[in-house]
């Protein structure tokens, strides 16, 4: 049934997709059930209707899209297709998979189909709903007057492979996509900026609940790449949201995104009713994707190679990876690795992206720490804290915590550390004066933003009250956003981003910082548990390019590496059976629409 359609050899000679092995072949579209669609959009729209048309729009080149070839053929990882947001891994209210309640469709998991036999259907429907806003030409199966569009990606050859299969696909029905690919860093900031059309996106779990992939769509958070309640639609009035099956007295008919999904969260994180959050939980997935601006490809594994030379490493799902208990055949003096390039930034505050939370998982210590037991289990133990205690309820329903610090605490010039250290830094990473992109993490601690009621009682003692009682409390006590920094140190703006400046608490100190060279992590010998880090030094070289990063592994120069050529990956599983590493990993590959971008122009 599936066929090549006429143009597209064309458009994938151009974009050199012979070469990375992408597909070439679409289903044809039922030209019948198009024709029958084809009715020409009204004249006059008001904005609200453009606004909710935008987003069938959206839904529908959703379809278009082949997850399985992208795992099967291009990704080669063990991924799984993507039919919701909310990644598979993730708990139900009653221990389901959170995942598999998606949706509310009878006989598929999620909001759409994604088995191989539905696909054909899915390409069908997609033509039949953009046949009502766009001309379509039946002789060639072309869209003739679809608006140009841009696909932004960071520099990787993987997400230009699957970049150059979406844009293939999308030329395949007569829709121009190019393609641009930026630097990591700027490519980051150019997406929270919103100053892109379509992006390349994806989302790793920061702790065990399924809001961890929902509370960053608020207007106000800095994860907002969307630009949800932002921009030029902020003010539409399309949005619906009924709380009143969970008891709440809330109910908005045509409301704005800061009216209905902003509410509707900050309801989330005060619910105490587990079934009620969840549901509630669900509600909000399911606004997400009737935009239609995010669109999951597939949910992730983490893919990487490791020298069988080294042992004691791990990882945990959030991505974040290990070398502090690691050796090198025994040797224990230095290790090279390369995670990603040169990081946007390594201030905890401020960090958001992976390869900058493995770097301060190193530098820096929390209260509590991710963790390997004896038998390899994954655990969250104390760090700076004597223990991880229980939280007591207040008469108001708020927990208050009071923590211990250990004795001798000391940062790695050799002052000590103090709870108020933690204070300053909880109150820092919340304020709305720095304004940093995972300051919502701290959204559970009552009085936050401006009024964070966490409160360093005397040197060595923490006290802090959340809203309510939260499952994954220990696991936000292990994010970047909860480390520590002291005043004085980051009074000076320029702190994290040379080596003479950075001054941390954690297993490691920074001793070098060669820009988009190399970063040199010392052991700190002023932390608490100096007697229990194995690794004397580690060396995190800074590259993006896959080929290189395979290069230097295969010399044996670098000995993980977090990124291999995609036309490589079935040559390295059958010649580094032991070294190429596939594992477990909470998170979702997606497609990001400016909701913002003029489809209807």
Same mark, same amino acid.
């Given at each position: 049934?599936?066929?090549?359609?006429?143009?597209?050899?064309?458009?994938?000679?151009?974009?050199?997709?012979?070469?990375?092995?992408?597909?070439?072949?679409?289903?044809?579209?039922?030209?019948?059930?198009?024709?029958?669609?084809?009715?020409?959009?009204?004249?006059?729209?008001?904005?609200?209707?453009?606004?909710?048309?935008?987003?069938?729009?959206?839904?529908?080149?959703?379809?278009?899209?082949?997850?399985?070839?992208?795992?099967?053929?291009?990704?080669?990882?063990?991924?799984?297709?993507?039919?919701?947001?909310?990644?598979?891994?993730?708990?139900?209210?009653?221990?389901?998979?959170?995942?598999?309640?998606?949706?509310?469709?009878?006989?598929?998991?999620?909001?759409?189909?994604?088995?191989?036999?539905?696909?054909?259907?899915?390409?069908?429907?997609?033509?039949?709903?953009?046949?009502?806003?766009?001309?379509?030409?039946?002789?060639?199966?072309?869209?003739?007057?679809?608006?140009?569009?841009?696909?932004?990606?960071?520099?990787?050859?993987?997400?230009?492979?699957?970049?150059?299969?979406?844009?293939?696909?999308?030329?395949?029905?007569?829709?121009?996509?190019?393609?641009?690919?930026?630097?990591?860093?700027?490519?980051?900031?150019?997406?929270?900026?919103?100053?892109?059309?379509?992006?390349?996106?994806?989302?790793?779990?920061?702790?065990?609940?399924?809001?961890?992939?929902?509370?960053?769509?608020?207007?106000?958070?800095?994860?907002?790449?969307?630009?949800?309640?932002?921009?030029?639609?902020?003010?539409?009035?399309?949005?619906?949201?009924?709380?009143?099956?969970?008891?709440?007295?809330?109910?908005?008919?045509?409301?704005?995104?800061?009216?209905?999904?902003?509410?509707?969260?900050?309801?989330?994180?005060?619910?105490?009713?587990?079934?009620?959050?969840?549901?509630?939980?669900?509600?909000?997935?399911?606004?997400?994707?009737?935009?239609?601006?995010?669109?999951?490809?597939?949910?992730?594994?983490?893919?990487?190679?490791?020298?069988?030379?080294?042992?004691?490493?791990?990882?945990?799902?959030?991505?974040?990876?290990?070398?502090?208990?690691?050796?090198?055949?025994?040797?224990?003096?230095?290790?090279?690795?390369?995670?990603?390039?040169?990081?946007?930034?390594?201030?905890?505050?401020?960090?958001?992206?992976?390869?900058?939370?493995?770097?301060?998982?190193?530098?820096?210590?929390?209260?509590?720490?991710?963790?390997?037991?004896?038998?390899?289990?994954?655990?969250?133990?104390?760090?700076?804290?004597?223990?991880?205690?229980?939280?007591?309820?207040?008469?108001?329903?708020?927990?208050?915590?009071?923590? #211990? %610090?250990?004795?001798?605490?000391?940062?790695? *010039?050799?002052?000590? /550390? &103090?709870? $108020?250290?933690?204070? !300053?830094?909880?109150?820092?990473?919340?304020?709305?004066?720095?304004?940093?992109?995972?300051?919502?993490?701290?959204?559970?601690?009552?009085?936050?933003?401006?009024?964070?009621?966490?409160?360093?009682?005397?040197?060595?003692?923490?006290?802090?009250?959340?809203?309510?009682?939260?499952?994954?409390?220990?696991?936000?006590?292990?994010?970047?956003?909860?480390?520590?920094?002291?005043?004085?140190?980051?009074?000076?703006?320029?702190?994290?981003?040379?080596?003479?400046?950075?001054?941390?608490?954690?297993?490691?100190?920074?001793?070098?910082?060669?820009?988009?060279?190399?970063? #040199? %992590?010392?052991?700190?010998?002023?932390?608490? *548990?100096?007697?229990? /880090? &194995?690794? $004397?030094?580690?060396? !995190?070289?800074?590259?993006?390019?896959?080929?290189?990063?395979?290069?230097?592994?295969?010399?044996?120069?670098?000995?993980?590496?977090?990124?291999?050529?995609?036309?490589?990956?079935?040559?390295?599983?059958?010649?580094?059976?032991?070294?190429?590493?596939?594992?477990?990993?909470?998170?979702?590959?997606?497609?990001?629409?400016?909701?913002?971008?003029?489809?209807?122009?």
């Amino acid at each position: 049934m599936k066929k090549l359609i006429a143009l597209l050899l064309a458009v994938v000679m151009v974009l050199g997709m012979v070469a990375c092995g992408a597909k070439t072949d679409a289903p044809a579209a039922t030209t019948a059930a198009a024709t029958e669609a084809a009715t020409e959009a009204p004249a006059e729209m008001t904005a609200e209707e453009k606004a909710l048309a935008e987003a069938e729009i959206r839904k529908a080149i959703s379809l278009l899209y082949d997850r399985n070839y992208i795992v099967n053929e291009i990704a080669q990882g063990g991924q799984v297709p993507a039919s919701s947001f909310v990644a598979m891994g993730m708990t139900d209210a009653d221990g389901s998979e959170f995942y598999k309640n998606a949706g509310h469709n009878d006989g598929f998991v999620g909001y759409y189909d994604v088995s191989e036999d539905a696909y054909e259907d899915n390409f069908s429907q997609a033509i039949e709903i953009l046949s009502k806003y766009y001309d379509y030409d039946e002789t060639t199966g072309q869209f003739t007057n679809f608006p140009t569009l841009t696909y932004l990606y960071n520099t990787s050859e993987g997400h230009k492979a699957i970049g150059e299969y979406l844009a293939a696909t999308l030329a395949s029905v007569g829709i121009t996509m190019n393609l641009e690919n930026q630097e990591w860093n700027t490519f980051l900031n150019t997406r929270k900026a919103g100053d892109f059309s379509v992006a390349r996106n994806g989302w790793l779990a920061d702790y065990n609940d399924p809001s961890t992939f929902l509370d960053m769509w608020t207007t106000a958070s800095g994860n907002n790449d969307v630009q949800f309640g932002k921009g030029a639609k902020a003010d539409l009035a399309i949005y619906n949201l009924d709380l009143t099956p969970y008891g709440l007295d809330i109910k908005v008919e045509n409301g704005t995104w800061a009216e209905t999904y902003d509410v509707l969260i900050g309801e989330i994180k005060k619910c105490t009713d587990v079934e009620n959050r969840y549901a509630m939980m669900h509600v909000a997935e399911d606004m997400l994707m009737d935009t239609g601006c995010l669109v999951p490809l597939y949910f992730y594994t983490d893919l990487f190679m490791l020298d069988d030379s080294v042992n004691g490493f791990f990882s945990n799902p959030l991505g974040y990876k290990y070398f502090y208990k690691a050796d090198v055949g025994g040797n224990t003096d230095s290790i090279s690795v390369c995670i990603a390039s040169e990081p946007d930034v390594i201030d905890p505050a401020l960090n958001s992206a992976v390869d900058g939370a493995t770097l301060d998982s190193h530098l820096f210590a929390g209260l509590a720490k991710w963790d390997q037991d004896e038998s390899g289990k994954l655990v969250i133990v104390a760090d700076c804290a004597t223990e991880l205690p229980e939280g007591v309820e207040n008469e108001d329903g708020t927990v208050t915590y009071t923590y #211990t %610090l250990r004795d001798g605490l000391k940062w790695s *010039d050799g002052q000590p /550390v &103090t709870a $108020k250290d933690f204070e !300053f830094a909880w109150k820092r990473a919340a304020s709305e004066e720095l304004g940093a992109d995972y300051g919502y993490m701290l959204e559970v601690v009552k009085g936050y933003p401006n009024d964070l009621a966490v409160e360093a009682t005397d040197d060595k003692t923490l006290v802090v009250t959340l809203n309510n009682s939260i499952a994954f409390w220990n696991e936000l006590l292990a994010f970047p956003s909860y480390f520590p920094v002291r005043e004085d140190v980051v009074a000076d703006e320029g702190w994290c981003t040379d080596a003479s400046t950075f001054i941390s608490n954690g297993a490691y100190k920074m001793t070098g910082w060669d820009h988009n060279s190399v970063i #040199t %992590l010392t052991k700190n010998d002023n932390y608490w *548990d100096a007697e229990n /880090v &194995t690794m $004397k030094e580690i060396k !995190f070289y800074l590259s993006d390019d896959a080929n290189n990063m395979l290069t230097n592994f295969k010399n044996g120069d670098w000995l993980l590496i977090d990124d291999v050529p995609t036309n490589e990956i079935s040559t390295l599983k059958t010649e580094y059976p032991t070294e190429f590493k596939v594992v477990g990993q909470i998170g979702t590959y997606y497609v990001c629409w400016n909701i913002n971008e003029d489809l209807l122009k």
